[in-house]
């Protein structure tokens, strides 16, 4: 989630994990929210780079705006589950990012 009335997502693009496959993304619906998914080729490791939000602030201002994520599902093709039970914490994805500059989230 972030604030929309002070970000604007620009783009999501896969990561450098995601190498083929179908990716999908969707931006601002519901407002303030970015999902994406689709249906990578095979990956393994410990940390994997699923995708890049790119952000551009609307407004300037002087401080740090907290970005938090959720994981809802990470799952074969054949939909067995990977990792801890869903919806989980994105831990890779929370942080304060600095505000007065374009900046993205990986």
Same mark, same amino acid.
């Given at each position: 989630?972030?604030?929309?009335?002070t970000f604007?997502?620009?783009? +999501?693009?896969?990561? #450098?994990?995601?190498?083929? &496959?179908?990716?999908l !993304?969707?931006?601002?619906?519901?407002? &303030? %929210?970015?999902?994406?998914? &689709?249906?990578p =080729?095979?990956?393994?490791?410990?940390?994997l780079?699923f #995708?890049?939000?790119?952000?551009?602030a609307? +407004?300037?201002?002087? &401080?740090? =705006?907290?970005?938090?994520?959720?994981?809802?599902?990470?799952?074969? @093709?054949? =939909?067995r589950? @990977?990792?801890p039970a869903t919806? %989980? #914490?994105?831990?890779?994805? #929370?942080?304060?990012?600095p505000?007065?500059q !374009? +900046?993205? %989230? %990986?």
């Amino acid at each position: 989630r972030y604030d929309h009335n002070t970000f604007e997502v620009l783009d +999501v693009v896969s990561g #450098a994990d995601w190498t083929s &496959g179908s990716f999908l !993304s969707t931006i601002n619906d519901p407002p &303030g %929210r970015v999902s994406f998914g &689709g249906t990578p =080729q095979p990956m393994s490791g410990e940390y994997l780079e699923f #995708a890049i939000i790119y952000f551009k602030a609307k +407004v300037a201002f002087n &401080g740090n =705006q907290y970005f938090t994520g959720t994981v809802n599902t990470v799952a074969t @093709i054949d =939909q067995r589950a @990977i990792g801890p039970a869903t919806p %989980r #914490a994105l831990v890779a994805g #929370a942080g304060y990012i600095p505000t007065g500059q !374009s +900046v993205s %989230r %990986r």
